[in-house]
């Protein structure tokens, strides 16, 4: 059974950093497709971020130059370097993966991590 763990979220100050790490266990890693989404209070999941098999990667308009994906097939981790934080990116934020990108992006990848809070304030 594939199932990925969180950690690294936590509460920074506007214009701060975190690293957030997901761990997936259970399966080959370098077979998935790794995302991150982000779900706010009152709001609908967004898809954040995803890097592909290849290394490719894509990220939504509202954290391009601030968000960084990558991955580590060694480690069997996937990462989200976030970087100059706003209170807007304040959600819980989910590592999603699937071998198939066209479910990553429909948002109906097989395997969620059980979610890691992301506060930004002063």
């Known amino acids: 059974q594939v199932q990925l763990v969180e950690s690294g979220g936590g509460l920074v100050q506007p214009g701060g950093s975190l690293r957030l790490s997901c761990a997936l266990s259970g399966s080959i890693f370098r077979l998935y497709v790794m995302a991150w989404y982000r779900q706010a209070p009152g709001k609908q999941r967004e898809l954040v971020a995803h890097?592909?098999?290849?290394?490719?990667?894509n990220y939504a308009d509202s954290v391009k130059g601030r968000f960084t994906i990558s991955r580590d097939n060694a480690k069997n981790t996937a990462y989200l370097q976030m970087n100059s934080l706003k209170p807007e990116d304040t959600a819980v934020y989910y590592c999603?993966?699937?071998?198939?990108?066209?479910?990553?992006?429909?948002?109906?990848?097989?395997?969620w991590g059980q979610g890691t809070q992301v506060t930004v304030s002063s």
């Open positions: 890097i592909t098999r290849g290394g490719d990667t």
């Open positions: 999603n993966a699937d071998q198939l990108l066209r479910k990553i992006v429909a948002g109906t990848g097989a395997t």
